[in-house]
């Protein structure tokens, strides 16, 4: 099993997530705090699908997004 280190911060934003690789190959995952628990759940569990899914090497932002939301 693969162990991932990340942080995540809640804040107000316009999106409902976004992901950060950082310079210690950590990751910050940023959640909307405007949303209610069930959507911030959601938001999180799409960006943990970016991390595992390694997208952050890949280039094709279309064939990631269709991936992290099947």
Do not use: P, W
Not at 9 to 32: C, H, L
């Amino acid at each position: 099993m693969m162990s991932i280190d990340y942080q995540v911060i809640f804040m107000d934003m316009s999106a409902n997530e976004a992901v950060t690789r950082n310079e210690d190959g950590s990751y910050t995952i940023f959640i909307n705090a405007r949303l209610n628990y069930e959507k911030q759940m959601m938001a999180y569990v799409h960006a943990m699908k970016h991390i595992t899914g390694e997208d952050f090497s890949k280039d094709c932002v279309q064939a990631i997004e269709y991936n992290a939301h099947s």
